[in-house]
């Protein structure tokens, strides 16, 4: 029973998941059929209507941003509150990224 649920999901993956996917025309059919198998066997690695950004579970990361002085206009700019309708949109967005894991709430002093 399982197989057969998985051999669907299969057959239902190339329309519904690689829709938008330009593969190489003149790759062999052979070809063909592995990179899909491989499209299939790790699309949990690739962004999906449920998951747009993808997580890392298990791992963490550290990320360091290195900008040497004099830095960029763009980050000598003054701060300036938000519009309320802009605030509440950028609230959403960052609930949103929580949601999927990709954001965490951290203390001031992490």
Do not use: C, W
Not at 33 to 39: A, G, K, T, Y
Not at 54 to 82: C, F, S
Not at 85 to 102: F, H, N, P, S, T
């Amino acid at each position: 029973m399982v197989s057969s649920k998985k051999n669907t999901y299969k057959e239902e993956f190339v329309p519904n998941q690689l829709v938008e996917t330009k593969i190489n025309p003149s790759m062999s059919k052979e070809m063909r059929h592995e990179l899909i198998d491989v499209l299939y066997t790790y699309n949990n690695a690739f962004a999906s209507d449920n998951e747009p950004l993808g997580t890392i579970k298990g791992h963490e990361a550290d990320i360091t941003l290195n900008i040497d002085r004099p830095y960029p206009p763009v980050l000598r700019r003054p701060a300036y509150p938000a519009s309320p309708r802009a605030r509440e949109a950028l609230e959403k967005y960052i609930q949103d990224l929580i949601q999927l894991g990709v954001l965490r709430k951290v203390g001031h002093n992490e």
